[in-house]
């Protein structure tokens, strides 16, 4: 525990001091000071200004109106990403890209060969499909509302595959186009995969968290780069901070949480790292660390994540309150609350439920046939199984309205 509250002081003062640097070309605007760091959470941002104020490092004229400035409500929206594919959800870790981003890694996946698998990266698929020189690239992922999409919309190259437990496809690629979600296991994974899927001489173009993302980050890089080199991949090149993200609508929710309400425009920008296959070598997949397995249900395309629990005897189905305004505060794998979250939604609101899967099952069968369920439900159903469902509804509702609007507003569901 006392290493890890060191490694974070360490980190605090590492912000700290990109914060100093950044403040002397003298910021107007938040944004503007958040862009100019190397990805750091807007939270931290924050926090090091408020810091550098009280230390007495930086005058409090000068901090005291960039943190007005996150406060204050941007009539603009932040940018909810509003293209086809499915919103993204947090269970998946999925941060997309920002047009140029996606646009950058497809020429970057064209110029180095002709048979593409974009593993993890929807966005790219979708531009690679919309020329029709693409025919060569194939989708592979996890996400079966992704890959459910692409399908509905007639592009048959996708696959569903666990980077963790699926036996690797036949096929062979000249370029892995691959972002995984940013922590050491999925990078582990998604490598491995990949190693299986490159011919010798093929590339693996991958994105990695910029320096500011958080504590050791620097050491989880190299971690990754070795792992690279174990599996017979040459780093051929790099290029920090160079790939910009879109604010998914469950970070922007966790951000208004925390009272930043300012528009922040594409500050999250990974790096780009591209390795070349020399030889293929024999190493054993990663383990999964990941224990935990969730059900979807759509409605209104507000997305509900059920984690896989059977529950034995009668249960109570309603949705049951786990934090303050049902928004999880933060957007990270290591938040306390997340092992408590049996539901949860597409714009981070998260729920504690006796009985999730029946939840599930139940909330499933009312979207696909929505007259006979509800007859059930009025006509008999228990008084329990109806609140549940009405406050999925009024959740589905809410989170639909503020992906319209582009902002978060507080929603009562109990
Ligand atoms: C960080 S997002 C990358 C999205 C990308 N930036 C884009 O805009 O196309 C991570 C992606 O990896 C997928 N994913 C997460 N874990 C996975 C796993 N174990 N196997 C395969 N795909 C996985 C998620 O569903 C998501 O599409």
């Not at 293209?83 to 993204?88: G, S, T, Y």
């Not at 509905?152 to 980077?163: K, Q």
């Not at 090149?237 to 604010?247: A, D, I, K, N, R």
């Not at 909330?363 to 509800?374: G, H, N, Q, Y």
Request: glycine share 6%; aromatic share 8%; with cysteine.
């Amino acid at each position: 525990m006392i290493h890890i509250g060191k490694r974070n002081s360490n980190f605090e003062q590492t912000v700290d001091g990109w914060v100093e640097v950044a403040i002397r070309s003298r910021p107007h605007l938040f944004r503007t000071l958040v862009s100019a760091l190397p990805g750091v959470y807007p939270l931290n941002v924050m926090n090091s200004l408020t810091r550098l104020s009280a230390n007495g490092i930086v005058s409090a004229k000068t901090t005291l109106p960039l943190l007005q400035d996150a406060k204050r409500r941007s009539l603009k929206t932040n940018g909810i990403s509003q293209d086809k594919l499915p919103v993204p959800h947090p269970v998946d870790f999925d941060w997309r890209f920002a047009p140029t981003a996606t646009r950058a890694l497809s020429r970057i996946s064209q110029s180095l060969g002709k048979r593409i698998a974009c593993l993890g990266t929807p966005s790219v698929f979708a531009n690679l499909n919309k020329s029709r020189s693409s025919s060569n690239s194939h989708y592979f992922d996890r996400c079966d509302a992704s890959i459910n999409f692409f399908k509905s919309i007639g592009l048959l190259n996708v696959d569903r595959l666990d980077c963790f437990r699926d036996f690797p496809p036949s096929s062979q690629f000249d370029v892995i186009v691959m972002d995984p979600p940013w922590y050491e296991d999925e990078y582990k994974a998604f490598m491995w995969m990949a190693s299986q899927l490159v011919h010798v001489n093929g590339f693996v173009v991958l994105v990695l968290p910029p320096l500011g993302t958080r504590p050791n980050v620097t050491l989880e890089r190299s971690c990754v780069l070795e792992w690279g080199e174990r599996l017979g991949m040459n780093l051929v090149h790099l290029s920090e901070g160079c790939l910009p993200y879109m604010t998914p609508h469950f970070e922007l929710n966790s951000l208004h949480n925390a009272g930043i309400y300012c528009e922040l425009g594409s500050w999250r920008r990974g790096t780009l790292a591209v390795f070349e296959i020399q030889q293929r070598r024999r190493v054993s997949r990663p383990p999964n660390t990941s224990k935990c397995e969730w059900d979807e249900a759509v409605c209104l395309g507000t997305r509900f994540r059920f984690k896989r629990r059977r529950a034995f005897g009668l249960v109570d189905l309603r949705l049951d309150t786990i934090v303050k305004g049902d928004v999880l505060s933060s957007v990270s794998r290591t938040d306390p609350v997340r092992p408590a979250v049996d539901v949860w939604t597409s714009g981070n609101r998260v729920f504690g439920c006796e009985g999730p899967t029946q939840l599930y099952k139940l909330f499933s069968r009312l979207i696909s046939s929505p007259r006979r369920a509800s007859v059930d439900l009025s006509e008999g159903g228990p008084h329990h199984e109806f609140e549940a469902v009405r406050q999925l509804v009024s959740l589905a509702k809410h989170e639909k309205l503020e992906r319209d609007r582009g902002c978060y507003t507080p929603c009562i569901v109990s």
